[in-house]
Structure formats: C-alpha cells, structure tokens
C-alpha cells in the first residue's frame, strides 16, 4: 500500500488502483455522515477534487491520486457511509480507477514513512 499526504491510501489490484482513507482519517473526521462518490467512468487527473466525505466535524475532498479513469465505486457507503468508521482499510474503499501510469505510485509514502509522517 501507499499513502497520499491528503490520508489517502492506495493499494493495487489486477492493474487497478483501489483508494480509501485511512485510519487517521477516519479518526480525525469523527463519524462519517455522507460520501459522495465520483461517477463510474468519468476521467480524471492527478489532483482533482473528485469525492466529497462530511462528517459530523468536518467535510473534507478526495482528490484523485492518479490520472486515469474511474471504473467502480462502493456503492455500499452511500448507504452505509459510517462503514468508512469500523473499516477504512477494508471494505470501505471508496472507488477503483485504472490509472493512465502507475509511475507516480512511486512518489508515495510507504507504511513506515506514513506513520512518520502522521507522527
């Protein structure tokens, strides 16, 4: 897995990119109240506000990590958006793209370097 600044965290699959937030995140947030999710199919690039989480605190963007397009999202949290609460690592991943490059994978942190990073 890798780590984004923005406590996002990416893991591959099959060629995909599957994205979350992570458990600092989620903590930091409070209870998760809704999420919207980016379209399937939609193009985006590297840095682009693309979902939107609220929570009781706050709301917060994701931004998409990779250019690339989006071919799955987790239904499931639009429904059930506290599931990013009890699972942020898991089943709670938010959408899955196929990235134009996956070079700039490279550019993020590792666990070690995250946990560093979050102090």
């Known amino acids: 897995m890798k ?41 985006v690039t590297k840095d682009e506000e693309i979902c939107v ?10 931004l998409a990590p990779l250019d690339g397009e989006i071919v799955e999202v987790n239904a499931m949290l639009i429904d059930e958006p506290s599931k990013v609460n009890d699972d942020p690592l898991g089943d709670a991943w938010f959408f899955k793209m196929k990235p134009s490059d996956l070079g700039p994978m490279e550019d993020y942190m590792d666990e070690a370097a995250y946990k560093k990073f979050v102090g």
């Open 53 to 62: 989480i609220e929570s009781v605190k706050a709301a917060s963007d994701i």
């Open 3 to 43: 780590y984004t600044e923005e406590h996002e965290w990416l893991r591959e699959e099959d060629g995909l990119i599957v994205v979350g937030i992570t458990e600092h995140a989620s903590e930091q947030l409070g209870d998760v109240v809704f999420i919207d999710l980016p379209e399937e199919g939609s193009e």
